[in-house]
């Protein structure tokens, strides 16, 4: 496929937004999205089909589920089954050269073929849901953002507590004054629950089948089949995830990301880490973020705690309390109070237990998503409603904060960010990692 390649120089000046290439398809026609009524169905393609795209399909069963594409098709085999007139393909580039009426697509496949697979769907005019992390990498956050807007679609990352009410509430909280300058907070996960640390296995099995691995590849360097990778762990890999801060970091970090209105870190730096190599995420880790102030808010200093790693408990806070949901959590300590809030930024409240006692949330000035529904809340985009509350605009920003956490974990150092010019200047070696290498036919 011909494609309108952005290079980093019109990239930064923002002039032009990259097209996907496919080696298969003929030349696109870039065209507007098609307009459906809200009281019309849309004709909705999954990119992914087994898994966790199993529930995002299911969150938009009140449309038209007209085509499945996914290179496993043992793992897709229950949606299979659950939408059987839906067409079935391996290879999403094929489905967009035979199926021409496809209005949105649902992408929920490893991390690393996110941005190949949403920016092929926009550039044809489809509306994009795609689960976290939006990216792999912090350039393909950039111009999935910047193609949104281009192709005016709407869009939306899986981060579903961002349609809930507990982010609300924490926004609220915190904008009311209620902590006054929140300069510290931690967030902590128990992630990875899968293999980490690990070299590449070197046995050769058998390629099922039912399985693509080609396709599965997708933008990824060659490298031979093994049941190591997938159908789960792939998250552990650097060519293919993101770790436990792409799995986790774009949920735990949300409510504290938009209540502390915050934008990019100007260093992050790899605090302590235990193990770790070229292949694979670390065992455990905590990476320090520094962020500027914002408009009438002070600094802050982010920490991320994962693989059993914790923060301190404050003092003040009773042993047997818990703290964010136990194993996922946030918590904001200002210098007039903390408080903490769960996995998906639910339940906040005020830390002591003791201080929620007569405690009233203040007033709502956040809209609330009905029914807390975060795929309706897109669906509802599609059809000219107002835009969905996670789309690209928001969900870059948040993805390039978890990017650059995995950044300094794979620099082995301290990064200093030039947010303005995408560019490390302390580190020139880790500014490979802000933008990887595609293979042939998958290109960006």
């Given amino acids: 496929m011909n494609k309108n390649k952005i290079t980093r120089r019109t990239f930064l000046a923002g002039t032009a937004v990259a097209a996907a290439g496919c080696a298969t398809a003929s030349t696109p026609v870039v065209h507007g999205p098609k307009r459906v009524s809200a009281n019309e169905k849309l004709n909705v393609a999954g990119i992914g089909a087994g898994g966790r795209a199993e529930g995002d ?28 007139n839906a067409r079935k393909y391996k290879d999403f580039r094929r489905m967009f050269d035979k199926e021409k009426d496809i209005d949105a697509v649902v992408i929920a496949t490893p ?146 990301f938009w209540s502390l ?63 964010g949901d136990g194993g996922n959590g946030s918590l904001l300590i200002g210098t007039k109070g903390m408080a903490c809030a769960g996995e998906y930024g639910g339940n906040p409240r005020l830390l002591p237990a003791s201080k929620m006692e007569g405690y009233r949330f203040p007033r709502e000035v956040i809209p609330r998503v009905p029914g807390n529904n975060h795929h309706q809340d897109w669906v509802r985009a599609c059809k000219g409603g107002p835009a969905a509350c996670s789309n690209f605009d928001y969900a870059a920003a948040l993805t390039e904060m978890v990017s650059l956490g995995n950044v300094a974990l794979r620099a082995g150092e301290k990064i200093n960010w030039d947010a303005q010019n995408m560019r490390i200047t302390n580190v020139p070696d880790a500014n490979k990692y802000i933008q990887r290498e595609y293979r042939r036919g998958w290109t960006l």
Avoid at 59 to 70: H, K, M, P, Q, S
Wanted: charged share 25%; net charge neutral.
């Fill in 261 to 323: 209105k915050l934008t990019r870190p100007t260093s992050v730096e790899p605090w302590e880490v235990v193990g770790g190599n070229e292949e694979t995420g670390p065992k455990a880790s905590i990476i320090k973020y520094e962020f500027p102030r914002r408009g009438d808010m002070c600094p802050v200093t982010v920490f991320w705690y994962d693989g059993g790693k914790l923060p301190r408990r404050p003092e003040g806070i009773p042993a047997d309390e818990k703290i």
């Fill in 57 to 84: 399909l299911g969150g938009v069963r009140t449309e038209n589920i007209v085509a499945l594409c996914d290179p496993d098709w043992r793992r897709a085999a229950k949606s299979f089954r659950r939408w059987p």
């Fill in 111 to 256: 991390d690393h073929t996110h941005a190949v697979a949403a920016m092929a769907a926009m550039q044809l005019g489809m509306h994009v849901y795609v689960e976290k992390p939006l990216t792999h990498s912090v350039y393909e956050a950039r111009v999935l953002a910047q193609a949104a807007r281009q192709y005016k679609v709407a869009s939306q990352m899986g981060n579903q507590g961002h349609s809930g009410e507990g982010a609300r509430k924490l926004c609220e909280m915190v904008w009311s004054g209620e902590l006054g300058d929140v300069k510290t907070v931690h967030i902590w996960t128990n992630r990875p629950v899968w293999p980490q640390d690990i070299d590449r296995p070197t046995d050769r099995p058998k390629i099922p089948k039912e399985l693509d691995w080609d396709v599965w590849l997708g933008p990824a360097p060659k490298r031979p089949y093994h049941p190591a990778y997938l159908p789960f762990n792939w998250r552990g890999w650097w060519d293919f995830g993101c770790g436990a801060l792409g799995d986790m970091g774009c949920h735990i970090m949300d409510a504290l």
